[in-house]
Structures are given as C-alpha cells and as structure tokens.
C-alpha cells in the first residue's frame, strides 16, 4: 500500500518568514496529494491540492508543488501569520480506484509574532 | 450550511458496551469515510464508502463496522469496545464518488476504559 513521509514533524518560523513542509510517497500511480490544515480542537480542513498532471499550483499565499519523479511534494506558505500556526497533514491516494488516502503523521507550525 | 456532523462529540465507555458515532453530511455527498487519529500517527481511514450500500474496509477496519444506508448518514459501529480503540474519529465526505476534496466533521473523542 502506500506510505507517506512527513516532514518536519514540527517547524517554528518567525512571523513574516516562510515555511516549507515536504511529504514523500511510494506509490507512483498516486495521482490526488492534498494538503489539511487542523487547528486545535476541529477538524482537518482542506487548503489546497494538486493532481498528478499539474506541477505547481498556489492560492494567495499557499502553494503545492509536485515532483512526480522524485515522487515528493511539498507545501509553501508565505508570509506567514500567527493564524497559519496549526498541524499541517499531506496525504496521497492510493492507486486501488483513487477511493483511499494515505496522511502524513502531520508537521506542527508555529508562528511567532 | 453545508457541515458534516458527527454525535456524540465526546464519549467514555467501558470494554464490550456496544456504541455508536453517527455521522451525517447536507451536501448530497457520494463519498463518505471514517478515519481515527492518535497522537504520532496521523489520521488513518477506517472505513469508507462510495455510494449508498456500497461500503469497503480502509486501513484499520479490525473492530468496526459501518452501514450506508441513506446517502446523508454513515454511522461507525463498534460492537466491543476495547481500549485500544481510544482515539479521536472523524468523519468526512466528498461530492464526487472518490477521495477528491473531502470536508471532515469536527470529530468524536472516544475514551474505552
């Protein structure tokens, strides 16, 4: 099955600074890698996603890039706030008809101010 | 608004007291799935389901069980309880038929004792 690698576990930047997380995954027929953000005490929320035939896509100060040869992916925030301190979670699908996915064991940022 | 509601939001039993989380979704959602989340590794999905009737084992299934029958609710079934079970749930649901852009609950946190 497929096994996603997260990392950092957890990344502290200052405010303004910006953070790079970075997931690898095994399965090469993966085609679907989003991107969770969960603040504490809710539910992980969906911030962005890329599918296998697009390199890189951003919305505002998020971005998601892909290397499908190298078979990782990584999440780009810039300009950081305080509000964007949350766990961030990669996941990837599986390749048995795209209906599971695979998450990362999740990046903790903090953003001091 | 559109939500995914999950009932009870807390809960404490005790070993073999059969219990249920229901999960309900208003945005005529196709796909519907449980995942559990415990400290260090991630979300990992539990069971999950492509349309009405049509269920399909995750990657943890052992010690649940799940029903679809109406497309808005997909309750998770644990027969016997057992403290390995303590975990944080959360249920999620997508319009299309796969994995693709899923809206998560705001979870149900699961003490066995």
């Known amino acids: 099955g497929e096994n996603v690698e997260q990392h950092p576990s957890t990344l502290s930047v200052q405010e303004g600074d910006s953070a790079v997380i970075k997931c690898t995954y095994s399965d090469s027929a993966s085609n679907y890698f989003p991107w969770y953000k969960q603040e504490l005490g809710k539910g992980p929320q969906l911030i962005i996603d890329i599918r296998s035939n697009v390199g890189e896509k951003k919305d505002q100060r998020i971005a998601v890039t892909l290397n499908k040869t190298a078979k990782h992916f990584s999440l780009h925030i810039t300009e950081t706030q305080p509000e964007d301190s949350a766990v961030y979670f990669c996941a990837a699908t599986s390749s048995e008809g795209y209906s599971t996915l695979t998450f990362g064991k999740g990046t903790m940022l903090l953003v001091s101010p | 608004e559109a939500q995914v509601t999950q009932n009870p939001r807390y809960l404490i039993t005790v070993t073999g007291k059969k219990l249920t989380v229901t999960c309900s979704q208003n945005?005529?959602?196709?796909?519907m799935s449980w995942y559990r989340q415990d400290p260090g590794l991630g979300l990992r999905q539990i069971y999950y389901s492509m349309n009405v009737e049509v269920t399909d084992k995750g990657d943890v299934p052992e010690g649940y069980k799940v029903s679809r029958k109406e497309k808005r609710n997909f309750p998770l079934i644990l027969e016997s309880p057992s403290p390995n079970q303590t975990s944080l749930y959360f249920c999620a649901s997508s319009l299309s038929g796969q994995v693709y852009e899923q809206y998560f609950g705001p979870g149900t946190r699961l003490t066995v004792t």
């Open positions: 945005m005529n959602h196709e796909y």
